[in-house]
């Protein structure tokens, strides 16, 4: 169906002059939104920079009576998303009783949560297809798929696993903190306001489990008092690497991340601020609000499930048709399958209900071989 062009708006004067204005001056973005309330944002890696921020001291006790810090703790499955990877929640074991005790049900009368998670069923199809995809490249190319030791091989392997449209959950933590902004974004000497107050702003802080006890728990070791997590301390997230002359860039500055523990003198009363203008910063605000911890039911995660892993299903079937016959799939010999480059966005657009759509989010990941120094202490007293 062809799109009908709209008529353009007919402004006065001023109108077109104040319209026209905010128009030529738009930021640019290339990711989605990774939360759905903007007054509850999410920090954003910043490129080759240091961050001071301050964690909130909202504490729980732990299954052991242990004291830990409040966070969302989702068990995230990575999709792919034509050239994108978003995030979406695991719903394996989780359960939706209403107060008599009975399943809460969808409008079709299925329950909403049912214990079992289809994404988590279905991570089996792309495995399958990699190792399809490995073997029939490799013969092809008269090679040993499981000789680890070729970088031709390597390289097919790597290029397969990765490339899988759904992978296994991973836990990933979500907690809040505050960012306070400094001079040159060096982390060192704070931003005032005109009314010399410090310029600070609560955001979600996300980051794989994985890393958090790479990055986060080396450091708290380190600290004087021993804390057993973050809550009630300072810190400098120093993403700074030497770039070798090349551009710096978001993925290299989240591999170097440096947690590095902050001593700020007679900070009581800031500390009890930020407390008190994070009280609302909840596990269940962040499943709420960030988008890659939302919440969808077993239906949804279904359709979702089954649409994107149509193709691959199919390209298995068609892998074995060849590998059956001996016709090769990678010069349709016989056969003429492409796999639609944004089939995973069509399955979340025709899955998903919530009208929100989950993004990748980038964290501190990966290996880091550098070690952080810690800076002089600051005197943020009010």
């Given at each position: 169906?062809?799109?009908?062009?709209?008529?353009?708006?007919?402004?006065?004067?001023?109108?077109?002059?104040?319209?026209?204005?905010?128009?030529?001056?738009?930021?640019?973005?290339?990711?989605?939104?990774?939360?759905?309330?903007?007054?509850?944002?999410?920090?954003?890696?910043?490129?080759?920079?240091?961050?001071?921020?301050?964690?909130?001291?909202?504490?729980?006790?732990?299954?052991?009576?242990?004291?830990?810090?409040?966070?969302?703790?989702?068990?995230?499955?990575?999709?792919?998303?034509?050239?994108?990877?978003?995030?979406?929640?695991?719903?394996?074991?989780?359960?939706?009783?209403?107060?008599?005790?009975?399943?809460?049900?969808?409008?079709?009368?299925?329950?909403?949560?049912?214990?079992?998670?289809?994404?988590?069923?279905?991570?089996?199809?792309?495995?399958?297809?990699?190792?399809?995809?490995?073997?029939?490249?490799?013969?092809?190319?008269?090679?040993?798929?499981?000789?680890?030791?070729?970088?031709?091989?390597?390289?097919?392997?790597?290029?397969?696993?990765?490339?899988?449209?759904?992978?296994?959950?991973?836990?990933?933590?979500?907690?809040?903190?505050?960012?306070?902004?400094?001079?040159?974004?060096?982390?060192?000497v704070p931003k005032m306001d005109e009314n010399n107050n410090l310029i600070a702003h609560p955001m979600w802080y996300h980051i794989s489990e994985s890393q958090y006890n790479e990055k986060w728990l080396s450091t708290l070791e380190g600290l004087e008092d021993e804390p057993t997590h973050p809550g009630g301390h300072f810190f400098v997230l120093n993403y700074t690497y030497d770039t070798k002359g090349k551009d710096a860039n978001k993925r290299d500055s989240a591999k170097n991340l440096k947690v590095i523990g902050k001593t700020i003198k007679k900070s009581e009363k800031l500390r009890q601020a930020f407390d008190k203008m994070t009280e609302d910063w909840t596990p269940e605000k962040a499943m709420e609000v960030v988008v890659s911890n939302q919440a969808y039911t077993v239906s949804d995660l279904t359709d979702i499930a089954d649409k994107l892993l149509e193709q691959p299903r199919d390209m298995i079937a068609l892998l074995q048709a060849a590998e059956s016959t001996g016709k090769d799939v990678s010069t349709g010999d016989g056969f003429n399958l492409v796999p639609p480059e944004d089939s995973g966005r069509a399955a979340l657009e025709d899955g998903m209900k919530k009208g929100s759509t989950a993004v990748a989010q980038m964290d501190e990941t990966d290996e880091d071989d550098a070690d952080g120094s810690a800076d002089d202490d600051l005197d943020l007293s009010l």
């Open positions: 169906m062809a799109i009908r062009r709209p008529t353009p708006i007919k402004l006065t004067a001023n109108q077109s002059k104040s319209l026209q204005k905010q128009l030529s001056n738009q930021p640019t973005t290339r990711s989605a939104p990774k939360s759905s309330d903007p007054n509850f944002p999410v920090f954003e890696i910043p490129v080759n920079k240091r961050v001071l921020v301050y964690v909130p001291n909202h504490v729980v006790m732990d299954a052991n009576g242990e004291p830990t810090l409040r966070m969302d703790e989702p068990l995230l499955h990575a999709v792919q998303d034509g050239k994108r990877f978003m995030y979406i929640r695991c719903t394996k074991d989780a359960f939706l009783k209403d107060e008599d005790g009975n399943d809460v049900l969808d409008a079709n009368g299925k329950p909403l949560f049912d214990g079992t998670c289809p994404l988590c069923d279905g991570t089996d199809v792309p495995w399958d297809l990699a190792n399809l995809t490995i073997k029939q490249k490799c013969s092809k190319m008269n090679l040993d798929p499981e000789d680890r030791n070729n970088n031709t091989v390597k390289g097919i392997r790597s290029a397969a696993f990765s490339g899988r449209v759904l992978k296994e959950a991973n836990k990933y933590l979500t907690f809040p903190i505050v960012v306070i902004e400094t001079e040159n974004d060096e982390g060192r």
